[in-house]
């Protein structure tokens, strides 16, 4: 098994919280920038956020300040704590490399946000 593999979604209300998880192997943490990313019905899959090796991190405008990406590269784990969540957050949101590497897509994990 190569693809990682998403956890810690559920359905929140608007201004609740929730931490994802993304479980990897080490042949992937050990070199590779680390994004979630997120799409939900008809709409085109987005980058939420990304994290290097070292731990430079970068947000996409619509999250900043609300969600915080972390990685342990020891456990081979990437994390997802999103805080001050809104409905429009509302997607299934699945973890890669950057770039993309289609063997890694899991199954992702569902997050809705009720207003």
């Known amino acids: 098994q190569v693809r990682l593999v998403e956890s810690g979604g559920g359905s929140v209300q608007a201004g609740g919280s929730l931490r994802l998880s993304c479980a990897g192997s080490?042949?992937?943490?050990?070199?590779?920038?680390m994004v979630w990313y997120r799409q939900a019905p008809g709409k085109q899959r987005e980058v939420v956020a990304g994290i290097t090796v070292g731990g430079t991190t970068n947000y996409a405008d619509s999250v900043k300040g609300r969600f915080t990406i972390s990685r342990d590269n020891a456990k081979n784990t990437l994390y997802l704590q999103m805080n001050s969540l809104k409905p429009e957050d509302t997607a299934v949101y699945y973890c890669?490399?950057?770039?993309?590497?289609?063997?890694?897509w899991g199954q992702g994990t569902q997050v809705t946000v009720s207003s």
């Open positions: 080490r042949s992937i943490f050990n070199t590779n920038t």
């Open positions: 890669n490399t950057n770039p993309w590497y289609s063997l890694y």
